[in-house]
């Protein structure tokens, strides 16, 4: 959008989106929807950490720590799921 003074409207809005995170402009029910959209991305596992396989093709270098941090996050994922199995099935009778 041009003005009369040469000077485009978005030159006085990106000051201020610059200065400010994108949060501050939120309604309560964006920011409402944005809290459940974080929880559910913490809870849910993110497979993706593990998958190598475009890396390993192109015959890229996967640095040490990645690996180690991939493990670590899968052992993790493991102890919960183990865990919340353990809580379901503790008072079932099997067999």
Not at 5 to 20: N, Q, R, W, Y
Not at 59 to 88: E, F, K, Q, T
């Amino acid at each position: 959008i041009h003005r009369t003074d040469g000077e485009t409207a978005t030159d006085e809005i990106e000051p201020l989106v610059a200065d400010e995170p994108i949060e501050t402009f939120a309604t309560g029910q964006e920011r409402l929807a944005r809290g459940c959209l974080r929880f559910a991305h913490a809870i849910v596992p993110n497979f993706q950490v593990h998958w190598l396989a475009d890396t390993i093709n192109q015959d890229h270098v996967i640095p040490r720590s990645y690996v180690v941090g991939s493990m670590s996050y899968g052992a993790l994922n493991i102890g919960a799921i183990l865990g919340i199995a353990v809580i379901l099935f503790q008072r079932r009778e099997v067999g």
